[in-house]
């Protein structure tokens, strides 16, 4: 009966300590689900960007040398001038024509997460692209 609100730029505190896990870019949820369904299966592209540029101290995973799995590349937008559409289409490597257009609602998808994603709810296009986690079961 008992919760906690834990809010960390730490992801592996976070997945050690939370049960269920919120991502949040420029004040927005992106993806909600449990520490298993984010960690192990990244939907939102800002989810997937995030956990590929965590830097671990294992020297055989070190960034140095290595593709990554996953980018963003861009500036933020202004958080007092945010885009009509989606607020990181601008930086999105998948993005539509209308993530620049029109803002997405937090959705549910089939395994009972939410994600604010044009491609992850409608076409369901971003479902097989695992990101290397050390927790992940799909880490290559």
């Known amino acids: 009966g008992l919760s906690y609100l834990y809010i960390s730029h730490d992801l592996s505190t976070v997945e050690e300590l939370c049960h269920r ?7 927005q949820i992106v993806e909600l689900g449990t520490k298993e369904q984010v960690f192990g299966d ?27 799995t996953y980018e963003l590349e861009g500036e933020i937008p202004s958080p007092i001038d ?30 009972g997460r939410q994600v604010r994603c044009w ?3 409608e076409s369901g296009e971003l479902r097989d692209e695992p990101v290397a986690w050390r927790g992940s079961s799909k880490v290559s």
């Open 21 to 27: 896990v919120a991502v949040m870019y420029l004040s």
């Open 42 to 68: 990244a939907r939102h592209p800002y989810s997937k960007g995030l956990l590929a540029s965590v830097l671990f101290p294992d020297p055989s995973r070190r960034r140095v040398g290595r593709e990554l």
């Open 119 to 121: 491609r992850a709810t």
């Open 82 to 111: 945010l885009p009509p559409g989606c607020y990181l289409a601008s930086r999105c490597p998948v993005a539509l024509p209308v993530c620049r257009e029109m803002p997405q609602e937090l959705r549910p998808l089939e395994d």
